[in-house]
């Protein structure tokens, strides 16, 4: 059975950093392209960042571009979120996403997706 789990979430202030993990087990992490996406109340879920299995393509946001970075290391089934420069508005619960075919290049569109964590809170305060 495929498990992500994310951590790293908290409390931080406007224009703090904060780096989000995702653990995953049940399938061979390796082979499968990864995402962020956070989802806001009253807002859609939107993607932040993607990538793909081997780290090689990565996709970002334009509203997080040049401050988020999404990285992966595969001998420890972990792909990670480096958020610098928070703004209040990125206040929500941030998920990481597994694709649903290997050697998929990073995507964005949220079908491909088949597998789910249970989501971190991140809150920026002003």
């Known amino acids: 059975q495929v498990q992500l789990v994310e951590s790293g979430g908290g409390l931080v202030q406007a224009v703090d950093s904060l780096r989000l993990s995702c653990a995953a087990s049940g399938r061979t992490f390796s082979t499968y392209g990864m995402g962020w996406l956070r989802h806001a109340p009253g807002n859609e879920r939107e993607f932040v960042s993607v990538?793909?299995?081997?780290?090689?393509?990565?996709k970002n946001a334009d509203s997080v571009k040049g401050r988020f970075t999404i990285s992966r290391d595969n001998a420890k089934n972990t792909v990670y979120l480096q958020m610098n420069s928070l703004k209040p508005e990125e206040t929500a619960v941030y998920y990481c996403a597994s694709d649903r075919q290997t050697y998929g290049m990073a995507t964005s569109v949220m079908y491909d997706y088949d597998y789910w964590g249970q989501g971190t809170q991140v809150t920026v305060s002003s």
């Open positions: 990538i793909s299995c081997v780290g090689v393509n990565t």
